[in-house]
């Protein structure tokens, strides 16, 4: 596979692809029906440009994952001309609406005979190549598409880095409140300051639970002495950009079971491999988490990471267009205040005082 396919190596389904396409004359057409993975995942990259530059893509229809009876599973059928003819408008229809398997094929049709059903699409091969990665995306707008043509990447607009690895989390992590408060620093704002506290327990940005604007702050590290017990665990634990750690940011989970949900932190935060963390200055921070937020974003990033695995690659290729610097950042500290008052009614928050009821008494 890895000698003769190396472009669509990944699986089986897409050698089957690559190989019928060699076997076809040009102006041939043929027809698949297989796992729609390969119109979104990076590791079907190369396939997908192959597909998009040197053939046609004619038609498809992506179906409902309960689209087969018994069985759950991601599939698409669809067909290919062989040879790039870029300006052609292949006909797509959409099932991702319609559940189970008695609906598919009676909604594909009525799509196919009446082309003005909301679930049928009408997209160019050049639409998806202006996309990082080349996704079959043929359901964006005209707006959407033009924003990905004429917006910088968000990693080109702030400083977007992975955090630390520690590669034994029960040696050298904590919940706060298992540690003596006397030895943990809450807001040192640098390494330098960490250092002269004395301190043995910071607070770690370790990602967490699907929540925005703030929160999660349930984690201590041992970085005492500048993490030296950490930096002497090399080769095991992995300190990627230490001089980002204990700066303000903006911070979102690796993994969700939906959507992204971004955080701002203040200083005085030393961030995971998981924790994934943009900095910058503070106005800029306060735009980008609005921007992050919001229900644009929501549908970039089925685009561009459609199996909810938010990789700080994914997030930083968000297309932040010329006006970010516009967006008020008046609205952001109130829903950042807001979101601190409501973690710190918990009691697992550091900064808990009592219980809400019990003012009521």
Same mark, same amino acid.
């Given at each position: 596979m890895k000698d003769e396919y190396p472009d669509?190596?990944?699986?089986?389904?897409?050698?089957f692809i690559a190989r019928c396409i060699t076997l076809t004359i040009f102006g041939g057409q043929l027809g698949f029906m297989t796992p729609y993975v390969w119109m979104f995942i990076k590791s079907y990259e190369l396939l997908r440009k192959q597909m998009l530059t040197e053939e046609t893509i004619t038609s498809l229809i992506q179906l409902e994952y309960s689209g087969f009876g018994g069985a759950t599973v991601p599939i698409c059928t669809f067909t290919i001309q062989r040879g790039a003819n870029p300006g052609y408008p292949g006909g797509y229809v959409r099932l991702a609406d319609f559940v189970g398997p008695r609906v598919q094929a009676p909604k594909a049709l009525e799509a196919i005979q009446d082309q003005t059903k909301s679930w049928f699409y009408r997209a160019k091969t050049t639409d998806f190549t202006a996309i990082p990665g080349s996704p079959i995306v043929y359901w964006l707008s005209e707006k959407m598409l033009g924003s990905f043509a004429t917006g910088?990447?968000?990693?080109?607009?702030?400083?977007?880095?992975? #955090?630390?690895?520690?590669?034994?989390?029960?040696?050298?992590l904590r919940r706060w409140w298992e540690v003596s408060g006397s030895r943990t620093a809450f807001s040192c704002a640098s390494r330098e300051a960490a250092a002269e506290s004395g301190a043995r327990w910071f607070p770690y940005n370790k990602g967490g639970e699907f929540r925005k604007w703030y929160g999660n702050h349930e984690y201590v590290l041992n970085w005492e002495h500048d993490g030296a017990e950490i930096v002497a665990f090399k080769p095991r634990s992995v300190i990627r950009n230490p001089r980002?750690?204990?700066s303000p940011s903006v911070s979102w989970?690796?993994?969700?079971? +939906?959507?992204?949900?971004f955080r701002?932190?203040?200083? #005085?935060?030393?961030?995971?491999?998981? +924790?994934h963390s943009g900095f910058g200055a503070t106005v800029l921070l306060h735009q980008i988490a609005s921007l992050l937020n919001s229900k644009y974003v929501l549908e970039v990033m089925k685009v561009l990471a459609p199996t909810m695995h938010f990789?700080? +690659?994914?997030? +930083?290729?968000?297309?932040?267009s010329p006006g970010?610097?516009?967006?008020?950042?008046?609205?952001?500290?109130?829903?950042?205040?807001?979101?601190r008052a409501d973690w710190d009614l918990s009691e697992t928050s550091w900064n808990f005082e009592r219980n809400p009821l019990v003012a009521l008494i």
């Open positions: 669509s190596k990944s699986d089986l389904f897409a050698a910088r990447p968000l990693s080109d607009v702030a400083d977007l880095r992975q #955090g630390l690895a520690t590669a034994d989390n029960n040696r050298f980002t750690y204990f989970s690796d993994i969700s079971s +939906g959507e992204a949900a701002r932190y203040p200083a #005085g935060f030393v961030h995971d491999s998981t +924790g990789h700080i +690659g994914y997030v +930083g290729l968000v297309p932040v970010v610097e516009k967006l008020p950042t008046a609205p952001v500290e109130d829903l950042v205040d807001t979101a």
